[in-house]
């Protein structure tokens, strides 16, 4: 089943540690935004989470697809929840090839890279059409 119907702001956020705990089994704190993306039953298929920067760029804190739309081609559709005209950035663990890979196929470049509690991360950016 295709994704078919537009993305959304979550207004219900105490749905957020459900979800959150599905993909990544753990909980964590509901951030400033969350945007989901259903198919056409209504149910929630993925989501984009993170907060507003003072430049207008939006931070992404966790994005995922839920596990029972993994390996189904759902990810290509996470894409339909980036607005394109948005600039959005994101940290990656440098380990993390597979989600490096993602963020590449999303359309986001690596800009830099920063080291964070013992650990690297890869700093990747994605500009919007009005922004870049």
Not at 74 to 97: F, G, H, S
Request: glycine content about 10%; charged content about 25%; some cysteine.
């Amino acid at each position: 089943m295709l994704l078919r119907v537009p993305s959304r702001i979550l207004k219900n956020k105490d749905l957020y540690p459900t979800l959150h705990k599905a993909v990544f089994g753990k909980d964590v704190e509901t951030p400033e935004v969350v945007i989901v993306h259903e198919n056409e039953r209504g149910a929630i298929v993925g989501f984009v989470s993170g907060h507003w920067e003072l430049d207008g760029t939006f931070y992404i804190e966790f994005a995922g697809v839920l596990p029972m739309y993994q390996k189904k081609g759902y990810l290509r559709y996470i894409k339909k929840i980036l607005d394109p005209c948005v600039n959005y950035l994101t940290a990656v663990e440098n380990t993390n090839t597979v989600t490096g890979k993602t963020m590449y196929a999303l359309g986001f470049m690596p800009i830099g890279s920063r080291y964070h509690d013992d650990k690297f991360y890869i700093e990747w950016l994605r500009r919007g059409v009005k922004n870049g």
